[in-house]
């Protein structure tokens, strides 16, 4: 089946760095990609629409300069958290549609657990 | 917009039993997919099934099994013979046509107990 691979797992790391979290297709291409932000217990939110080659659709309450989509080939879409604070802690999950399927399945990666000091 | 309920946030169960969760869901769109995900501790999505608004016939895949009624916008889904295995965070998801995201319920988290 398909597979995303979301890169890294697991980052902690100190206030005000920048993170960059990529998101990859294995085995198809994704003309549009999802991010989500998690926070703990709680549900899945969209944060923003990544299409190949044209700039990314941020959802309501999203800061595009705090969180840069980068959707430069049709198997990579990377989502950078710029001089992130620890309210930026959260668990960020991508997916991805392939392109030659109908009726838009989503394929998600494992998930990308970050912690801000 | 579009709405995702579960308002079961967590049940608690004996193993074998059978338990269902419930998902109810609002939308203006004529054409839109149902999903569920399961989402064990460890945090990744297991992708369960996926259903469009066309499609109205239950769904049966071993213990799992899902019932779509479009006449109460609910998309319910119930496991037979509950197992340890099944112990996660169960979320209930919409999307309308064209590239949208998914909108997600709250989530249930469902708890076997041996």
């Known amino acids: 089946g398909a597979v995303v691979s979301q890169h890294p797992s697991r980052v902690i790391c100190k206030s005000g760095t920048s993170v960059k979290i990529e998101c990859r297709s294995l085995d198809f291409q994704a003309t549009t990609m999802f991010w989500y932000r998690q926070f703990p217990k709680k549900s899945l939110m969209l944060m923003a629409t990544?299409?190949?080659?044209?700039?990314?659709?941020?959802e309501q309450g999203v800061e595009k300069d705090k969180f840069l989509i980068n959707h430069a080939s049709l198997t990579l879409s990377t989502l950078t958290v710029t001089s992130a604070h620890p309210e930026d802690s959260s668990f960020y999950i991508c997916?991805?549609?392939?392109?030659?399927?109908?009726?838009?399945?989503?394929?998600f990666g494992d998930g990308t657990r970050l912690s801000i000091l | 917009a579009q709405k995702v309920t579960q308002a079961q946030t967590e049940i608690s169960v004996v193993e074998k039993e059978d338990v269902t969760l419930d998902c109810v869901y609002e939308?203006?769109?004529?054409?839109?997919?149902l999903f569920w995900y399961k989402q064990p501790p460890s945090g990744e999505l297991v992708f369960l099934i996926r259903?469009?608004?066309?499609?109205?016939q239950n769904e049966i895949s071993g213990r799992y099994s899902w019932n779509f009624q479009k006449s109460t916008s609910s998309f319910n889904f119930t496991i037979t013979a509950s197992q340890v295995v099944d112990s996660a965070v169960y979320f209930c998801a919409l999307s309308g046509g064209g590239a949208d995201g998914l909108t997600f319920g709250k989530g249930t988290h469902l708890i076997i107990q041996p």
């Open positions: 990544s299409n190949e080659g044209s700039k990314a659709t941020y």
């Open positions: 939308t203006r769109d004529t054409t839109y997919y």
């Open positions: 259903r469009n608004s066309f499609d109205e």
């Open positions: 997916s991805a549609r392939d392109a030659g399927e109908s009726n838009q399945p989503q394929h």
